[in-house]
T-cell receptor
Framework: DAGVTQSPTHLIKTRGQHVTLRCSPI?????VSWYQQVLGQGPQFIFQ???????GRGNFPDRFSARQFPNYSSELNVNALLLGDSALYLC?????????????FGSGTRLTVV | GENVEQHPSTLSVQEGDSAVIKCTYS??????FPWYKQELGKGPQLIID?????GEKKDQRIAVTLNKTAKHFSLHITETQPEDSAVYFC????????????FGKGITLSVRP
């Protein structure tokens, strides 16, 4: 069985640009969540989608947006990139909300903003 | 919102010894507590979790204990091996429809051969 797949694995962008990160959940999982992990810190919650509806949003600016498609894959978009957006972006899938069924994380997309 | 604190930030043990990592949380509504292991260049991997209706859970060399009254939970690794060296994160969430995981800052465990 394929795990959670994320693309691309690494990305370098310039300040002010926008970026789209992609995630495919484990087959049968209907919930996708996005986390940002800054070096040396724990992951910080950005978004959760369940059955294509936004179920939660963390304390991130409106420059961050996401969506979930009918096949349950998801995109995270970040506009007007700042140097502080440099981080590992993790996607996690689960059957349902995290508290009811555990998360499985992908290996992440390493975003560097220069 | 929930606040999860993890201590110590680094831990070094001799191979074969036991390691204990402790976390505290603030929100009494939290009732799901997973532990993740993250190796370099990889995403966090769930190693064990516990729910609030259980005080202890074991899986081979790994165990987790939960004290809801004191709002703390701990990861216990026995007979440590060099491959246990990694960053370990604790997390907490409730089980509502919009639940999300709140993570601690992580601890770097080094197992000396």
């Amino acid at each position: 069985d394929a795990g959670v797949t994320q693309s691309p694995t690494h990305l370098i962008k310039t300040r002010g640009q926008h970026v789209t990160l992609r995630c495919s959940p484990i087959s049968g999982h209907k919930s996708v969540s996005w986390y940002q992990q800054v070096l040396g810190q724990g992951p910080q919650f950005i978004f959760q989608y369940y059955e294509k509806e936004e179920r939660g949003r963390g304390n991130f600016p409106d420059r961050f947006s996401a969506r979930q498609f009918p096949n349950y894959s998801s995109e995270l978009n970040v506009n007007a990139l700042l140097l502080g957006d440099s981080a590992l972006y993790l996607c996690a899938s689960s059957l349902g909300p995290a508290g009811l069924s555990g998360y499985t994380f992908g290996s992440g997309t390493r975003l560097t903003v220069v | 919102g929930e606040n999860v604190e993890q201590h110590p930030s680094t831990l070094s043990v001799q191979e074969g010894d036991s390691a204990v990592i402790k976390c505290t949380y603030s929100d009494s509504a939290s009732n799901y507590f997973p532990w993740y292991k993250q190796e370099l260049g990889k995403g966090p991997q769930l190693i064990i979790d516990i729910r609030s209706n259980v005080g202890e859970k074991k899986d081979q060399r790994i165990a987790v204990t939960l004290n809801k009254t004191a709002k703390h939970f701990s990861l216990h690794i026995t007979e440590t091996q060099p491959e246990d060296s990694a960053v370990y994160f604790c997390a907490a969430s409730d089980t509502g429809a919009n639940s999300k995981l709140t993570f601690g800052k992580g601890i770097t465990l080094s197992v000396r051969p």
